[in-house]
């Protein structure tokens, strides 16, 4: 315990430090991501009269402007802490496909997966989602023609798509991400790596939509079900009859309750935030992924199956990487780390009661008209505080797997040395 204070108190130090010197840089790029998510979402409704596809290219945008402005914070920080700037320069893994060494590009897809993760547990996908299709809605229902017929198309205009077309979607952007890459390493145009990540940023897009709205399908069908409603009936009837134990059966169900609508805020958004900041900050130091051959050989025959396979393991191995180094922190540091980044993915919620208690009450309209701007400002300055502890969290969780890997490798070395020893003994 003594241990994990310590450890805690040296990642709050950093924070601090890195906190002071890059705030500027910090928050600037927070706001620019926030004027991203906002641009992309008001041109993706405005496109979607004209094209659904291309609506929804720009609305899969919408998230990559707060993860650019996290990668750029990421990069501002790097610069001062010595393990990060070791991993930096440190010889990046060859890629497979094109022949050189792996760029963050390259591996968008394993950045994607986390980063959605944690901007669905936001809630701020669903805010994308239902802002764009609730005013695309609204334009196409009040279209007014008197010249013809007004054809209403909603679905077309949403770009939404059932679960086969979207996995279809998912394949053809794997092969065409495949298909770029061999044709970099042909022709060395460094710029298609460009494309193949727009390619990943839109089937994630995609993907996260589906999850979406399969997420809030699921919930109204479970909440359905005979499975769900019976302890629901059978605790209403415990605490009905539990006479005096009835208040106390009361409070401890609801923090049950609570605990549990919260797991996904206190646990999977801290580690999800992790996981991004070790891939973007620890990518050049994690090991190629290339499969024996005599595991290929028993089910991949071709070339072209097999240089596929491997460019698909190329591009999500570092997410494995990133889970499997942060599997070594510990459990007691990762419930501190969770509990600080709590705090912080708070931030929102107290600059919103801050602005309240200036302006004081305000009429519906106008606050609906400013709300998104005191949101986007939270939001940026959530993760102008939560960038430096990020990048301090990898830079102890490199150091600390740096100094494993020199202990285990002297360990070996000094194994070898000793049955060298005895082997010269017993030939003497």
């Known amino acids: 315990m003594e241990a994990a204070g310590r450890e805690l108190g040296r990642i709050g130090r950093d924070?601090?430090?890195?906190?002071?010197?890059?705030?500027?840089?910090?928050l600037t790029l927070g706001l620019l991501g926030a004027a991203w998510r906002a641009g992309a979402v008001w041109l993706a409704v405005i496109v979607s009269d004209h094209s659904g596809i291309a609506a929804q290219w720009l609305l899969a945008l919408a998230p990559v402007g707060y993860l650019?402005?996290?990668?750029?914070?990421?990069?501002?920080c790097r610069g001062t802490l010595p393990r990060l700037r070791a991993?930096?320069?440190?010889?990046?893994?060859?890629?497979?496909?094109?022949?050189?060494?792996?760029?963050?590009?390259?591996?968008?897809?394993?950045v994607l997966i986390p980063f959605l993760g944690a901007y669905i547990?936001?809630?701020?996908?669903?805010?994308?989602?239902?802002?764009?299709?609730?005013?695309?809605?609204?334009?196409?229902?009040?279209?007014?023609?008197?010249?013809?017929?007004?054809d209403y198309d909603f679905m077309g205009r949403l770009g939404l798509y059932a679960w086969p077309i979207a996995l279809a979607i998912v394949v053809g952007a794997w092969v065409a991400r495949w298909a770029l890459g061999i044709a970099e390493a042909r022709t060395g145009w460094v710029?298609?790596?460009?494309?193949?990540?727009?390619?990943?940023?839109?089937?994630?897009?995609?993907?996260?939509?589906?999850?979406?709205?399969?997420?809030?399908?699921?919930?109204?069908?479970?909440?359905?079900?005979?499975?769900?409603?019976?302890?629901?009936?059978?605790?209403?009837?415990?605490?009905?009859?539990?006479?005096?134990?009835?208040?106390?059966?009361?409070?401890?169900?609801?923090?049950?309750g609570a605990?549990?609508?919260?797991?996904?805020?206190?646990?999977?958004?801290?580690?999800?935030?992790l996981v991004v900041a070790t891939i973007v900050l620890g990518h050049n130091v994690f090991p190629e992924h290339e499969a024996a051959e005599g595991q290929r050989a028993r089910w991949l025959r071709w070339p072209v199956v097999r240089s596929f396979a491997d460019d698909i393991l190329e591009r999500f191995g570092p997410f494995a990487d990133a889970v499997r180094v942060l599997g070594a922190i510990g459990l007691i540091p990762m419930l501190g780390l969770c509990l600080i980044m709590l705090l912080i993915v708070r931030i929102p919620t107290l600059v919103s009661y801050a602005v309240r208690a200036v302006v004081g009450p305000v009429k519906t309209d106008t606050w609906l008209a400013f709300s998104p701007i005191e949101g986007a400002a939270g939001l940026a300055l959530s993760?102008?505080?939560?960038?430096?502890?990020?990048?301090?969290?990898?830079?102890?969780?490199?150091?600390?797997?740096?100094?494993?890997?020199?202990?285990?490798?002297?360990?070996?070395?000094?194994?070898?040395?000793?049955?060298?020893?005895?082997?010269?003994?017993?030939?003497?």
Do not use: C, K
Request: net charge negative; no cysteine; charged share 15%.
């Open 121 to 150: 547990a936001y809630g701020l996908f669903d805010q994308d989602l239902a802002r764009f299709t609730n005013v695309a809605a609204f334009d196409e229902f009040n279209q007014f023609d008197l010249t013809r017929e007004v």
């Open 15 to 26: 924070t601090g430090r890195l906190l002071l010197r890059h705030w500027p840089a910090l």
């Open 68 to 76: 650019l402005a996290v990668v750029g914070m990421l990069r501002v």
């Open 383 to 428: 993760l102008t505080v939560l960038a430096p502890l990020l990048a301090a969290t990898v830079a102890w969780v490199l150091d600390r797997a740096a100094t494993t890997a020199a202990v285990q490798g002297g360990e070996v070395q000094g194994a070898e040395v000793q049955g060298s020893a005895r082997n010269s003994t017993y030939s003497g």
């Open 259 to 273: 605990l549990l609508g919260s797991a996904e805020a206190v646990l999977l958004v801290p580690i999800a935030w």
């Open 191 to 256: 710029a298609l790596g460009l494309l193949g990540a727009l390619a990943e940023v839109y089937y994630t897009g995609q993907l996260a939509v589906q999850s979406a709205m399969l997420r809030t399908g699921g919930l109204d069908w479970l909440a359905t079900r005979r499975a769900s409603s019976s302890p629901a009936q059978l605790w209403d009837w415990v605490t009905a009859h539990a006479s005096w134990l009835a208040d106390g059966l009361a409070v401890v169900g609801g923090l049950a």
């Open 87 to 110: 991993a930096r320069d440190a010889t990046a893994p060859r890629a497979t496909t094109e022949g050189r060494p792996t760029r963050l590009l390259d591996i968008a897809a394993s």
